[in-house]
């Protein structure tokens, strides 16, 4: 079983492998990734 989670940020949206922090899907700019990623 993956898990994962949707992040969203303006017109951007990605789905996150965790505990990886892999973009699975969609785009998420650079400076927001190091956001999601420092928190799960």
């Known amino acids: ?3 994962y989670l949707h ?3 303006a017109e ?3 789905v996150i492998s965790i505990p990886e ?3 699975l899907k ?3 700019p650079n400076k927001k990734l190091k956001l ?3 928190w799960i």
């Open 1 to 3: 079983m993956h898990r």
């Open 7 to 9: 992040a969203n940020y």
């Open 12 to 14: 951007y949206d990605a």
């Open 21 to 23: 922090g892999e973009v």
């Open 26 to 28: 969609g785009e998420m």
């Open 36 to 38: 999601v990623k420092a």
